[in-house]
């Protein structure tokens, strides 16, 4: 249970009419500002328990100003004995070393969760207010809890769900939990829904839930936080200087958290709404968003150099096929500059009537191969590469008739 629930008039309202108590009852109560359940729970020195409800009853009849019927004095201490014990469960959770895992997040009751919201969207008229763009349940109790605990947290876009994907995505866990006595409890937990975040819109969308669902936890002002969003959000739009790259959203992200990281530090242990209706966090807000120590991360940064290949001369030659050095080539036609390929006389040929190659380094007597002639080296056969020859003689020396 939230605090608020102790705080809010329209839970008041809601429960005194279900118990049955009168309208006219009711508005008393409210005019005289007795319309809490934690003020109804301290309004005279009575506990249900004591048999003597003598003070309560004189209480009673000087606030609505009449004794009540039998009936409706059943139910104004019904009443009392409902505001008198969740004033003491409250505090029994203050006090409690380990609080039920299942009931750390306190909900705000949903009269009052119900009244807050109609109040919004009549105060913030501009906007469409849709179970889409209508922040998560879940979410504002979030922001509830900050501001009993004092404490801020930052809030990721992925946890900013609308109504819908909550509804949609509604699943419990089983949790086991220990009581005030160290005794075992099991029971359930509602799992955390998620968002997606990952585009310009979305995230744009999720910001806003965010901004809607502090405003309706009473920690900051729909005002202060969408003009927040609004800045981080312009930055996206600016062109950067010539050799920088634009704002990328992991910029916004880290500016955003960086500021929430400040404030939680500037406001620790005073988020609640002070006597003047005003919020720490506002103030906290904006002053940050123009501190040099936020600003530094939406500077552009530099656009990183890629090395491209230089683009192909026009009108380049061809590309020729080289042979391999030494292969029926002489070390002065490898040198020349003309054409690399060998040229052969006339009338000779590279391999012999079996297709055998021929050394062509040995036709001019300057292979190195020390074998017999006829036989074979690593570049060919050592025979005469004259058509129809082919005698185990270099070409220079071989008449061609022997």
Same mark, same amino acid.
Request: aromatic share 8%; glycine share 6%; hydrophobic share 35%.
């Given at each position: 249970?939230?605090?608020?629930?102790?705080?809010? &008039?329209?839970?008041?309202?809601?429960?005194?009419? !279900?118990?049955?108590?009168?309208?006219?009852?009711?508005?008393?109560?409210?005019?005289?500002?007795?319309?809490?359940?934690?003020?109804?729970?301290?309004?005279?020195?009575?506990?249900?328990?004591?048999?003597?409800?003598?003070?309560?009853?004189?209480?009673?009849?000087?606030?609505?100003?009449?004794?009540?019927?039998?009936?409706?004095?059943?139910?104004?201490?019904?009443?009392?004995?409902?505001?008198? /014990?969740?004033?003491?469960?409250?505090?029994?959770?203050?006090?409690?070393?380990?609080?039920?895992?299942?009931?750390? /997040?306190?909900?705000?009751?949903?009269? &009052?969760?119900? #009244?807050?919201?109609?109040?919004?969207?009549?105060?913030?008229?501009?906007?469409?207010?849709?179970?889409?763009?209508?922040?998560?349940?879940?979410?504002?109790?979030?922001?509830?809890?900050?501001?009993?605990?004092?404490?801020?947290?930052?809030?990721?876009?992925?946890?900013?769900?609308?109504?819908?994907?909550?509804?949609?995505?509604?699943?419990?866990?089983?949790?086991?939990?220990?009581?005030?006595?160290?005794?075992?409890?099991?029971?359930?937990?509602?799992?955390?829904?998620?968002?997606?975040?990952?585009?310009?819109?979305?995230?744009?969308?999720?910001?806003?839930?965010? $901004?809607?669902?502090?405003?309706?936890?009473?920690?900051?002002?729909?005002?202060?936080?969408?003009?927040?969003?609004?800045?981080?959000?312009?930055?996206?739009?600016?062109?950067?200087?010539?050799?920088?790259?634009?704002?990328?959203? !992991?910029?916004?992200?880290?500016?955003?958290?960086?500021?929430?990281?400040?404030?939680?530090?500037?406001?620790?242990?005073?988020?609640?709404?002070?006597?003047?209706?005003?919020?720490?966090?506002?103030?906290?807000? @904006?002053?940050?968003?123009?501190? @040099?120590?936020?600003?530094?991360?939406?500077?552009?940064?530099?656009?990183?150099?890629?090395?491209? #290949?230089?683009?192909?001369?026009?009108?380049?030659?061809?590309?020729?096929?080289?042979?391999?050095?030494?292969?029926?080539?002489?070390?002065?036609?490898?040198?020349?500059?003309?054409?690399?390929?060998?040229?052969?006389?006339?009338?000779?040929?590279?391999?012999?009537?079996? $297709?055998?190659?021929?050394?062509?380094?040995?036709?001019?007597?300057?292979?190195?191969?020390?074998?017999?002639?006829?036989?074979?080296?690593?570049?060919?056969?050592?025979?005469?590469?004259?058509?129809?020859?082919?005698?185990?003689?270099?070409?220079?020396?071989?008449?061609?008739?022997?």
């Amino acid at each position: 249970m939230a605090a608020s629930t102790l705080e809010s &008039e329209a839970a008041f309202k809601e429960r005194a009419t !279900q118990i049955g108590i009168e309208d006219r009852f009711i508005a008393k109560f409210v005019e005289k500002n007795f319309a809490a359940f934690g003020k109804y729970a301290f309004c005279v020195v009575y506990s249900p328990s004591h048999p003597d409800e003598a003070p309560l009853r004189r209480f009673l009849q000087e606030l609505l100003e009449e004794e009540p019927a039998p009936d409706q004095m059943a139910s104004l201490r019904r009443l009392f004995f409902e505001s008198h /014990t969740m004033a003491l469960t409250d505090a029994r959770q203050r006090v409690e070393a380990q609080p039920d895992p299942s009931m750390a /997040t306190r909900k705000m009751a949903t009269a &009052e969760r119900v #009244a807050r919201q109609k109040e919004q969207e009549t105060r913030l008229g501009g906007l469409v207010f849709t179970p889409e763009t209508t922040p998560a349940n879940h979410l504002v109790d979030l922001f509830v809890e900050m501001g009993e605990s004092g404490v801020l947290s930052y809030i990721k876009p992925e946890q900013c769900c609308s109504r819908a994907q909550e509804i949609q995505a509604i699943k419990k866990d089983v949790a086991v939990s220990t009581d005030a006595s160290g005794m075992l409890k099991l029971g359930t937990k509602a799992s955390e829904p998620t968002c997606e975040a990952n585009t310009e819109l979305k995230l744009r969308s999720a910001f806003q839930r965010r $901004n809607l669902a502090m405003d309706l936890a009473g920690l900051a002002s729909f005002e202060t936080t969408e003009g927040w969003t609004q800045l981080l959000f312009s930055h996206l739009l600016r062109d950067p200087p010539r050799g920088f790259a634009k704002v990328s959203l !992991q910029q916004l992200l880290d500016t955003d958290r960086q500021l929430f990281t400040m404030a939680s530090h500037r406001t620790m242990g005073n988020l609640r709404e002070a006597p003047d209706k005003t919020r720490p966090l506002d103030e906290a807000i @904006s002053t940050l968003k123009e501190a @040099s120590d936020i600003l530094q991360y939406l500077m552009p940064l530099p656009v990183s150099k890629v090395h491209e #290949a230089p683009p192909a001369p026009l009108g380049r030659p061809d590309k020729t096929p080289r042979t391999d050095k030494g292969k029926g080539n002489s070390k002065g036609s490898g040198k020349s500059g003309g054409n690399p390929r060998l040229q052969l006389p006339e009338g000779c040929t590279s391999h012999d009537d079996d $297709n055998k190659p021929l050394c062509f380094a040995f036709q001019n007597g300057k292979c190195k191969f020390k074998g017999p002639a006829g036989k074979r080296c690593a570049r060919g056969f050592h025979k005469c590469y004259k058509k129809g020859c082919f005698r185990a003689k270099p070409y220079y020396l071989c008449t061609h008739t022997d």
